[in-house]
């Protein structure tokens, strides 16, 4: 008997430190959980475009609807990087190396706005055509955003704000108008299963609704029916979220209430 307690003592040590070493753990105040916020994986949405989109100094009449973008979120998580550049086509953006620094942003979420100075006459260099390297183009911003894990979101060229004497928009006759560069677009966006915001569709609507006298306070300056002043581009702004969260859902719990 004596010789079974010795052989039992040290298991019954065993037990006792295991229980004061659970006791002791439970005792400890319990791990801090994350908060949602905390948890949450910062988003970078970079734009890219033409002079209705890009960032412009404090002192210009200038606005682009890029500049009204990130002010639209509650969540700190989102960051606006704005690589949209006056004068710039799909074709001039990329020959000048303005996408490949766009991708070294490392994306989560890219919005592509092009088509005003793809429109220009075809002895313009930046100039594309609408059905041939214009939807190319838009094909290489697709698959390479892909390629580095970002979500591509087009989003067509909004109107110049030129009516008929009915108070509605017309475009030039030809390949050459606004509406075919967003018809192609949104052909592109079919074909690659690739969500896009038609601002062209939004923006004349919105022009035709408030006239010709009304979508002349829109502009930066007297007889510019293309660029805008900050009215025009916070209202530009306004119309792409409207879009924007039925495109990427999961930037749709992260804005501000309205």
Known sequence: MTMKIRYLLPCVFTLTAVLAGWQAFAQEPAASVPTTQESSKAIRLVLVGDSTVCNYPDKSPNRGWGQFIEEKFADKSVTVINRAASGRSTKSF???????????????????QFGHNDSHATTRPEATDPEKDYKENLRKYIDESRAIGAMPILVTPMVRRI???????????????????????????????????????????????????????????????THFNEKGARAMAGLVMQELPSAAPQLKPLLKAQ
């Open 163 to 225: 009516f008929d004497e009915h108070g509605k928009i017309i475009e030039p006759e030809g390949p050459r108008g606004l509406d075919v560069y967003a018809s192609s677009m949104k052909a592109v966006g079919s074909e690659k299963n690739v969500p896009v915001i038609d601002l062209y569709s939004m923006s004349k609507a919105l022009a035709e609704k408030i006239g010709p006298e009304a979508s002349l306070e829109l502009a930066n300056k007297k007889g510019d029916s």
């Open 94 to 112: 990329i020959s000048e190396g303005r996408w490949k620094k766009a991708l070294a942003d490392k994306p989560d979420i890219v919005l592509i």
